[in-house]
């Protein structure tokens, strides 16, 4: 902790050998001024500093602060900064004395804190929109089973009609094919849904699709197609 002592009269800074080290500064080349002061400020800080130290002077009170300064090297550093005013004969301002303290140490902690926080609030929102859009894709995946393997089997089972007719059928079809292809960009629409939310590494392996034919058999979707098509073995 370093200390200093402002002349508001003659505009002199004395310095702690604390307040050297802190600044990274020698004593030599420091110019004692508020002004060598504020030009080892932070540009985008000093402006700030200066509004403090007015208000304290003109409001005959102290002020606390934290801001950056620039080392000669070009490190940028946190300080914070208190301050106390001295007063003179009839109340008069005289003097500004205080402390200064490296806070980088802390103010880096602060922030990958603060880094670590918004990565978890991320994650969280990821992993609920995760779970949202696993619970969607899976029921519009059940919604469009049908509409990817009715149109199709509509098409199959379309017989020879006569020549009068032949327009309307053909019409027919074509929304058909149309309906067809629409479901089939939409299951894919619904896999990447499906793998996004997993969030997980997909492992690829050989599928057995009499199993998974068999096992369809059982679904009651599949009841309801053979109502509509007795046909079907």
């Not at 303290?101 to 929109?129: G, V």
């Not at 067809?180 to 996004?196: F, G, H, N, Y």
């Not at 369809?216 to 109502?227: H, S, T, V």
């Amino acid at each position: 902790l370093g200390s200093w002592v402002a002349d508001l009269t003659t505009n002199a800074l004395t310095w702690s050998d604390e307040v050297f080290r802190i600044f990274g500064i020698l004593p030599e080349h420091f110019g004692n001024t508020r002004d060598s002061f504020m030009t080892m400020v932070h540009t985008d800080d000093r402006e700030k500093v200066r509004t403090a130290v007015d208000r304290a002077i003109t409001e005959k009170g102290g002020f606390e602060i934290e801001h950056r300064i620039v080392r000669p090297g070009g490190e940028i550093r946190f300080v914070h900064e208190r301050g106390e005013i001295v007063f003179g004969g009839q109340e008069k301002p005289v003097q500004l004395m205080g402390t200064v303290q490296d806070i980088t140490a802390r103010r880096f902690l602060e922030e990958q804190k603060q880094e670590l926080q918004t990565r978890l609030a991320r994650s969280k929102r990821m992993e609920s929109l995760g779970v949202l859009a696993s619970g969607v894709a899976h029921d519009l995946n059940n919604i469009l089973s049908p509409l990817v393997i009715l149109p199709g089997m509509a098409i199959d089972t379309m017989g020879t009609v006569c020549e009068k007719c032949s327009g309307v059928i053909q019409s027919i079809r074509e929304d058909l094919v149309g309906m067809e292809e629409s479901a089939k960009r939409a299951s894919v629409l619904i896999r990447d849904l499906l793998t996004m939310s997993r969030r997980e590494l997909i492992e690829m392996y050989p599928l057995n699709l009499c199993e998974v034919t068999q096992e369809y058999m059982n679904f009651k979707e599949f009841e309801e197609i053979r109502k509509s098509h007795p046909n079907i073995v």
